[in-house]
């Protein structure tokens, strides 16, 4: 592994921060639901599809490929590219039941959708251009 690989470029090192800190915010955030009370004791009327695959998926994986991606480890760019394919997929899904329900948008709800959106296409460009810089497990 050259000098360069073995350090992660600094576009590497902002995008496994921001999937450390999407990681953080899926657990957390879900465990209470989001301001709606705590996950384990289930509040009324609550859908807790979101919350359970955050804690079950997003988080998870969110935190693998933000530990590979630090570590230029090719796992990491494996796992980034599933995380990227499920912000979408969520994004596309939070994004459809917004508009079903109508105005007002809530910008809570909005702004996160798209910045995980943005965060999904640059972790799957980027991250192709330099897909060679990913060594093995390590």
């Known amino acids: 592994m050259t000098e360069y690989q073995s350090r992660p470029p600094i576009p590497v090192r902002i995008l496994a921060i921001l999937l450390f800190l999407f990681s953080l915010f899926a657990f957390f955030g879900s465990l209470f639901m989001w301001g709606e009370g705590f996950l384990l004791q289930f509040p009324e009327g609550a859908d807790y599809c979101f919350p359970v695959t955050d804690?079950?998926?997003n988080a998870p994986a969110s935190m693998i490929?933000?530990?590979?991606?630090?570590?230029?480890?090719r796992y990491g760019?494996?796992?980034?590219?599933?995380?990227?394919?499920?912000?979408i997929y969520a994004s596309v899904e939070i994004f459809?039941?917004?508009?079903?329900?109508g105005p007002p948008y809530a910008?809570?709800?909005i702004v996160p959708q798209?910045?995980?959106?943005?965060?999904?296409?640059?972790?799957?460009v980027y991250l192709w251009r330099i897909q060679g810089m990913f060594g093995?497990?390590?």
């Open 136 to 138: 093995g497990k390590r």
């Open 65 to 73: 490929a933000a530990i590979g991606l630090w570590g230029m480890r």
């Open 55 to 57: 804690i079950l998926v």
């Open 114 to 124: 798209v910045v995980a959106v943005a965060v999904a296409v640059i972790l799957v």
């Open 107 to 109: 910008i809570e709800i």
């Open 96 to 101: 459809v039941e917004v508009v079903q329900t």
């Open 77 to 87: 760019y494996v796992a980034s590219q599933f995380v990227a394919g499920f912000y």
